[in-house]
């Protein structure tokens, strides 16, 4: 079944997940523990090549949520970057220029393009920050990030409305945009049990330069710190600038990964 990323008929709008999967939430501390505990076989991944990394934090975190995932990839060689934006409160049309404003400086700091890694809502601003800026961007990588569809499928719509003063649909264009095919390589990370965001808007359409990966039984809060997550992170950024390859579920954690043809069903 191909992956339906157009909008979505009223009648058939997607829900956001159900009370379930968002008690079940709670989970993502277990996922922080498994990655302290399994860090000897996350330390095994690729190296990096020393290219700077900016890490934005989803809706209502700060930096401290990244602190892990920054630690980690420079332990493994790259130069990790954090927003130094404070807590993001959303706003996808409010935050533009001062996103693009931190890419230009890291970029104009190290004279490289920048990898962008987004969690959640940071990957939705990771996304239009590669439409804004390709010449400065060498990847992209979204956790959990409802990009795609019905973007209103998530248990923070109404908060994130409420806070940002943006509605989630305001800008149709721009929606659709974020939601296409980008200029750079980029890998949407996703788990279907997933509590915040229904699974079906982290879908990128799959090319010759973009890729889904699912990670079983992730949780939202716990993916960025999820260890088969961090790994597939740390895999995708190794990549040499200007090429992309397919990602390759037979590393150490395979057993996390659903094959790729499940992102289409």
């Not at 505990?37 to 700077?52: N, Q, T, V």
């Not at 992730?218 to 260890?227: F, Q």
Request: proline letters at 8%.
């Amino acid at each position: 079944m191909a992956i339906d990323r157009g909008d979505t008929p009223p009648a058939d709008r997607l829900r956001p997940p159900g009370l379930g999967l968002l008690l079940a939430e709670a989970r993502g501390i277990f996922e922080f523990n498994a990655s302290l505990l399994l860090s000897p076989l996350l330390m095994r991944a690729p190296r990096g090549d020393g290219h700077p990394v900016l890490l934005l934090p989803g809706f209502l975190a700060s930096d401290l949520s990244m602190a892990p995932m920054r630690r980690y990839l420079r332990e493994l060689g790259y130069d990790a970057h954090a927003w130094r934006m404070g807590r993001n409160l959303g706003g996808v049309a409010r935050m533009r220029i001062a996103l693009r404003d931190r890419l230009a400086e890291i970029h104009a700091a190290t004279g490289r393009k920048v990898s962008i890694v987004g969690w959640s809502l940071g990957g939705v601003y990771a996304r239009d920050l590669a439409l804004q800026a390709p010449d400065m961007v060498r990847y992209v990588v979204t956790l959990g990030s409802p990009f795609a569809s019905d973007v209103r499928a998530t248990n923070a719509t109404r908060l994130y409305e409420a806070l940002s003063g943006e509605g989630a649909d305001d800008d149709p264009e721009l929606r659709a945009a974020i939601a296409g095919d980008l200029p750079v390589p980029a890998t949407s990370i996703y788990s279907r049990t997933d509590g915040i965001v229904n699974w079906r808007t982290c879908l990128l359409r799959p090319s010759d330069t973009a890729e889904n990966i699912e990670v079983h039984l992730a949780s939202h809060i716990g993916l960025g710190v999820n260890p088969a997550a961090l790994w597939a992170v740390a895999d995708r950024l190794a990549q040499p600038e200007g090429e992309f390859r397919q990602f390759d579920r037979s590393g150490p954690f395979a057993i996390a990964y659903a094959p790729p043809e499940n992102a289409q069903s």
